[in-house]
């Protein structure tokens, strides 16, 4: 049997919910390949880039900042599962100038994501909110904030089901970055210096997250069995609905990548960091690497 290590760098449904599929429908062992799942989520990019990684975000961020030649593999979604939950007050984000919000930082993926879909809506990130740079978690400390009103609004993960969430507070969803932003933003990368797209281990995971997509389409109550296990604060309800309405319509179905979202998406992410778009859409992302057979 084959063995990889696969990291996530980040928590939620997001990252998370195809390597989870795969794992408890036992894909990976029908595959021939054991793969461990292991939180990258403060790994430095030296120790990430020797296994493969679920973050296609963090990943495009490094290929164009220091040039580490991350390929993606697979393509999950294009839609991150990212939202801008508000106290009662504002009611778009244009509303958020003077406003406090809690937010990831500038050079992350899901900061990175944030001041892109913020400038679109005609706000400066560095002079017209007041920022509250906090690293990833699981969001709680925003629901506490948000609730003592010490900030206004929070960007907030798929560790929570962010309607739900607001109506339980009688909050409101201000927006979500999928519907302003497009990425393919998780999936299966790796690093060739390391790991050889042809890899079989690699090979295998591939094959084993494209079954685990198609378990989210074809068997929806298989996949909000699962889901209940990341929004245990929700109820039932609350968790189909946030599968019908975020994950069954943007999910894919074959891990394939749309290449004229990859290109828009790395022209606004390197014009957000400030550097140049040194890689193009079909040379970052190449799902066509990944065989059909064992």
């Known amino acids: 049997m084959h063995t990889i290590d696969l990291a996530y760098v980040g928590r939620g449904l997001h990252e998370e919910l195809v390597a989870y599929i795969a794992d408890q429908q036992g894909c990976y062992a029908d595959e021939g390949v054991h793969v461990a799942l292991r939180d990258g989520c403060s790994w430095d ?14 990943a495009l961020l490094s290929r164009l900042t220091d040039g580490t030649p991350w390929v993606a ?3 999950n979604t294009t839609r991150p599962l990212f939202w801008f939950l508000a106290r009662p007050g504002p009611t778009s984000l244009a509303d958020l100038a003077g406003r406090r919000l809690a937010v990831h930082a500038p050079r992350t993926a899901p900061g990175c994501f944030t001041r892109i879909v913020l400038r679109r809506a005609g706000l400066d990130p560095d002079r017209d909110i007041r920022t509250v740079v906090r690293p990833p978690g699981d969001y709680g400390m925003d629901l506490r904030r948000l609730h003592d009103g010490s900030i206004d609004a929070a960007l907030v993960g798929s560790t929570m089901a962010p309607e739900a969430t607001a109506a339980e507070y009688g909050w409101q969803v201000l927006a979500w970055i999928g519907d302003h932003f497009r990425i393919p933003t998780v ?3 790796v690093d060739p210096t390391y790991i050889h797209p042809d890899d079989p281990a690699v090979q295998a995971v591939l094959r084993a997250h494209r079954r685990a997509l198609r378990v ?11 889901m209940r296990t990341f929004l245990g604060r929700h109820t039932a309800d609350e968790v189909r609905a946030h599968y019908e309405t975020f994950i069954a319509p943007y999910f894919t179905t074959d891990g394939q990548a749309d290449l004229a979202v990859g290109a828009g998406a790395i022209t606004a992410v390197a014009a957000e960091l400030g550097v140049p778009a040194t890689v193009t859409a079909a040379e970052f992302y190449r799902p066509a690497a990944a065989s059909t057979a064992l």
């Open 187 to 189: 999936g299966v990368a």
């Open 45 to 58: 990019e030296e120790r990430l880039r020797r296994g493969a990684t679920i973050g296609l975000g963090r």
């Open 73 to 75: 593999l697979q393509v």
């Open 216 to 226: 989210i389409h074809d068997e929806p109550d298989t996949t909000v069995r699962y």
